[in-house]
């Protein structure tokens, strides 16, 4: 019970941030707050789906590009750029998921990956549409939300949204199905779940919030870049949902936070911050391999 | 109720399975005993859909369901449990039984409602069938090996079942744990009214319980019969239970 009361203050002290932090550190929550929106996305098909989505961030880079492009290249209404963003994530969660649904486990990974790439190559090369390695740069976000502070509320109220939204949906019956499929697919379909039909659902989701996250990207840094959908960044998100616990609904949030709180310090002091992510990432596998709200739960549990 | 007619499986020019006959009636607690690598568990998977065979019939209720997927054949009212324990790790087991449940009734699509409230008294009653019901919130991953095998069966019996395989479902069990066990299989059946296909290595509990056998060797039928019957013909005690017996 007083784990669920943990969470409107949280929520409450989020909304004060604005009144006494300084406006890189509203910023930069701003940015722990997406991360956390993609990572949960993310574990949303990992940690309780089972499927090794190894380049999420596809779908992240693309909600992204389309609010960004809708923004610079159309006159359509922002609101409806914004609206966009996560339905051209979904229906590319749909174009890949169909092929990769077919695969399990490490091959869906691989292939999810290839085809991820292969998206990032386009937009990458793609000069005249997408500005290839420039990326798209000031673009013009609505007065209301221009402000650091008015872009951290409009992404804070919308991520909150969202992990509500994926939350009610892990504990509905298909977030149990997805889960019994994580297990033991197997048996799954003994108990007549079509499997990869639900796999698939998932995966659109997912997506669906990846770009979520993409498009609150947008309004927060008035940039996109090539970069947002290449591997790298992938497998950072991969690593905030190992580090924060893959078996909890809060840990890749948790894993999003201490990942960019570190790396914003760590890199005033060195630029092999990489190498310091690597030392993390072997602690955590070593010692804490459910991760550290993981260990947290598991700890409680046991009193 | 259930013909298999003639059916063979190879595994790259290894007959698993080859020319296999097996009926049974409504009713009846029928065993497929043999050897190991005889082919039983292959048979078992051919009849729910795992696999798929290379010639032959498998016929359900007047209804060929040969080619049948395994969630098609679960909604035929054909369920089973596995030789080696096969639950939902870190679901509690009461989730796992409510699982089964939720995809009989074509509820695994609901996105909105939370599933603490579906079919709550029909899953606590199965649970209490089988006795599991103290270990309700359990996670399915701490409990003991016994009791995950009665999970599984449990997990069976939420598909509303009449017809029900079970692929040695006393295996690794210790001797008390195995009559337990034998025990509720025979009390289920009463209950829910089922027609039961099993396999076992245990002869005391084969010739205990099933109401007929059917013996396997190499893939092939030996001998389909009452246990009277089996127990008498030459060509079973010589491939069987003559090796097992000594």
Known sequence: MGKKGLIPIAFLLLLLFPFFLPRF??????LILIHGLLATSLNFVLGFGGMYQFHHCVFYGVGGYTTALLLTKTSLSPFLAFLAAPFASAILSILMGVICVRLSKLYFGMLQISLGSLV??????WYSFTGGDDGIHGIPIPHLLASTNSAYYFTLVITALSMFAMYRMLVSPFGKTLQGIRDNPVRCEMIGVNVKLHQLLALIIAGFFAGVAGMLFVIVDTTVFPEMLFWTLSLEVLIMCLVGGWFTFFGPLLGAAILIILRTIISTYTVYWALVLGVIMTLIIFFLPNGILGYIEEKLKRG | MLEVKGVSKSFDGFMAVSRANLTV????????IGPNGAGKTTLFNLISGILKPDSGRIIYKGEDITFLSPYEIFRKGIC?????VNVFQRLTVFENVQLS???REKKTWNLLMPAKKFYVDETERILEQVGLKEKRDTVAGFLSHGEQKILEIAIALGGKPEFVILDEPTAGMSPEETVMCMELIKKLRHEMDLTILFCEHDMDVVFGYADRIMVMVRGETVIEGTCDEVRCDTLVQEAYLGVSDE
């Open chain 2, 101 to 103: 449940v939720l995809s």
């Open chain 1, 25 to 30: 550190y509203v910023y930069l929550s701003s």
């Open chain 2, 25 to 32: 009636n409504k009713g009846e607690m029928v065993a497929v």
């Open chain 2, 80 to 84: 089973r449990s596995f030789q080696i």
């Open chain 1, 120 to 125: 990032w190559a386009i937009v990458y090369r």
